[in-house]
């Protein structure tokens, strides 16, 4: 089991070196702790699996405001998320984009977690599996590729998608590529072991709930058991 912790636009270094000093995960289970861009350094000194919320595709140029798979690499994170729907939804981010900076970020030695997911309107129109087929094809396949399917009306709504419907999403997904698929979107202690039992989700991308040691922590508690 995998579980990745998205921080999103939350914990500078001071933050996330009070965290990180807190947080003891139980042994059984992969975490890996995703700050932002200025945290990285600090939490790459905890010693944990530490990956960053998006990379460029270039090694370096004239790309303001990115930062390549080599800087990463020489920070000591381990990867890094690409893709993220709120990527996709604020700045542009499409399936083309998603898949380059995968490919970078995989040729760099860098794990990636490429995420994927309809939308309500998409899902209502009985679009979803079209939708997770054209996000995943373009993705390439590698042993260092893990896959998140994060339905997009269900990332900091509170809507969680129900057990069945995402063994199904997860099931489908892996149809199309051979690689650990983990779930995203209102994942919380309360859910965490339901969601987790599915026998095709692999772990969880966590946002807000990630954000807390103790309920981190008892997310992890909840990947073992299940
Ligand atoms: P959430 O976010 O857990 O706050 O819904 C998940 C994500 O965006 O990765």
């Known amino acids: 089991m995998l579980i990745a912790a998205n921080w999103k636009m939350y914990k500078g270094p001071r933050e996330t070196r009070e965290f990180l000093d807190r947080f003891e995960p139980p042994d059984g289970v992969d975490v ?3 700050p932002p861009y200025t945290s990285l350094r ?19 140029g004239a790309y303001t405001g990115e930062v390549s798979a080599a800087m990463l690499v020489e920070l000591g994170v381990w990867g890094s998320i690409v893709g993220h729907s709120e990527r996709r939804q604020y700045f ?6 998603t898949a380059r900076r995968a490919e970078a970020a995989l040729a760099a030695g860098l794990g990636v977690i490429a995420c994927v997911g309809e939308t309500e309107q998409e899902r209502e129109a009985g679009d979803t599996e079209e939708v997770l087929r054209r996000q995943v094809g373009v993705l390439p ?13 269900a990332i900091g709504t509170g809507k969680t998608a129900t057990a069945g419907l995402c063994q199904e999403s997860h099931a489908f997904i892996k ?7 983990l779930y995203g979107g209102s994942v919380k202690p309360d859910n965490a072991a339901e969601l987790l039992s599915q026998p095709d989700v692999d772990g969880a991308l966590v946002g807000g709930a990630s954000l807390d040691v103790d309920s981190l922590t008892a997310i992890c508690r909840a990947a073992i058991r299940s």
Request: proline fraction near 2%.
């Open 32 to 34: 890996v702790i995703c």
């Open 141 to 153: 396949e590698h042993d260092g590729l893990v896959i998140a399917y994060e339905p997009v009306w």
């Open 175 to 181: 149809t199309l590529v051979d690689t650990r698929v």
């Open 42 to 60: 600090v939490a790459v000194e905890s010693g944990r699996a530490v990956y960053a919320q998006n990379v460029h595709w270039e090694t370096e």
């Open 92 to 97: 542009g981010e499409t399936d083309e984009t």
